[in-house]
C-alpha cells in the first residue's frame, strides 16, 4: 500500500517563511492518521516532523524559504517522498 501525499505552500511577498500544509491518504483516498510526515531543506538538510491528524492533515509553520523533500511513513505503507519547492 502506498501513502500518497498533496501539498499547498502559503507565502506572503517579501516574506522569510512559509507555510507548508498537506494531507495524507491511501491509494483508496482514505485518510491516514498517525503518519509521520518530515521536511527537509534540500540545502541545509535540515529537517523537522510532525505527526497527520485525525483526517490525515499536517501543518508545517515556518519553514525557510527553498526547495524540501517531503517524506511520508505510516506503519503498514511504503515510504513516500514528495520534493516541493
Known sequence: ITLISTVGVLAQSQS?????????????????????????NSATNISRSTTT??????????????????????TGFKKSVLPVT
Open 53 to 74: 491528524n485525525e483526517s490525515g492533515e499536517y501543518t508545517f509553520i515556518g519553514l525557510p524559504p527553498g526547495g524540501y523533500e517531503i517524506s511520508t511513513q505510516a
Open 16 to 40: 522569510t517563511a512559509a507555510d507548508l500544509v498537506g494531507s495524507v491518504t491511501d491509494q483508496n483516498g482514505a485518510a491516514v492518521p498517525g503518519a509521520t510526515v518530515t521536511a527537509k
